[in-house]
C-alpha cells in the first residue's frame, strides 16, 4: 500500500511540474514576455479549477519558461519559409 502511494505521489508530482504549454509547445521555453497564448491559459486555467497546486504549478512553470507566451510573428513567417525550399526528389511507385 505504501508503495503504490509513494508511486501515485511521484506521478501526480511529475505531471504538476511540467505545465501545459511547455507540454504542447517546447520550442517556446526561452522567450521573452509577449502575449499571452490564450489556449495555453484557458489550459493553466483549467487545471486551477480542477486541482489548485498542479494548476498553480502550470501557470508558474509556463511564465517561468516562457512557453505561455506567443511566438513572435517573425519567427513565424520564418518557419513557413522554409518550407517553400522544399524540392520533390522523386515518386514512390504504387502497387
Do not use: H, W
Not at 511540474?17 to 521573452?32: A, F, H, I, K, N
Amino acid at each position: 500500500m505504501r508503495k503504490a502511494m509513494c508511486i501515485a505521489v511521484a506521478c501526480l508530482l511529475l505531471l504538476s511540474v511540467s505545465g501545459c504549454g511547455t507540454l504542447l509547445y517546447p520550442e517556446r521555453q526561452g522567450q521573452e514576455k509577449g502575449e499571452i497564448d490564450p489556449v495555453v491559459l484557458i489550459l493553466d486555467g483549467a487545471g486551477c479549477l480542477f486541482f489548485v497546486v498542479p494548476g498553480l504549478i502550470a501557470f508558474i512553470v509556463d511564465l517561468s519558461t516562457g512557453a505561455i507566451y506567443l511566438p513572435p510573428e517573425g519567427k513565424q513567417e520564418e518557419k513557413t519559409k522554409d518550407n517553400d525550399d522544399l524540392v520533390m526528389i522523386g515518386r514512390m511507385p504504387f502497387g
